[in-house]
């Protein structure tokens, strides 16, 4: 509760391009979902999407099975209300990552890049590689973004992790095969530079963890 009403509190007091992680199209993102080669019916969720436009840009590219999810259910009704008609097919889901009921094998391709960063706590952060182990089907994707090693140590008022690919794809383990990485700069809507490390990673095609 006390993390919702952290993040509920954010969005209701900054305008949606005001915020420091804001960018009007997510370009990496994009790419490393399009770089998986599934067909636009792939099922896609974007965990922490919050306001970002990401599911803007899905929707226009042509997927049709999209899902954002967030602790947030006042950012989730801001980014519903800019989609309008085109967000009428994709799934909203108001809830803390670590404890929603995903079903089982139910998502292709998960996207975050804004929720790992913030899991300080060893035990929260293994409750995550799990859920996302449960709701990946084998030989799914796990796109996963995450302030790199001379990114900001705090976002929002709350202390942050910082990794290199190396790290962060040593958080998920063995069962995760590193396809691709990479280390951009974020400029925030008031010109700081922010360092971020993307890691691409497939579910081994058997897994049977989850």
Known sequence: ??????WETVYETKAPDAVSWYAPHLTESLAYIQKTGLPK???VIDVGGG???LVDDLRSDGYTDVSVLDISARALEVCRMRLGERGRDVRWIAANV????FAPKSVDIWHDRAVFHFLMDDAQRKAYVRQVM???RPGGYAIVGTFGPEGPEQCSGLPVA?????ALHDEFGGSFHLVGSSTSVHTTPWGAAQQF???FCRLAPRCIGG
């Open 1 to 6: 509760m006390e993390a919702r009403n952290h």
């Open 41 to 43: 019916t792939a099922t």
């Open 51 to 53: 306001e970002a436009t």
């Open 98 to 101: 670590l404890e929603h009921g």
């Open 134 to 136: 449960h709701a990946l």
């Open 162 to 166: 910082r990794y290199d690919a190396d």
């Open 197 to 199: 490390v993307y890691c």
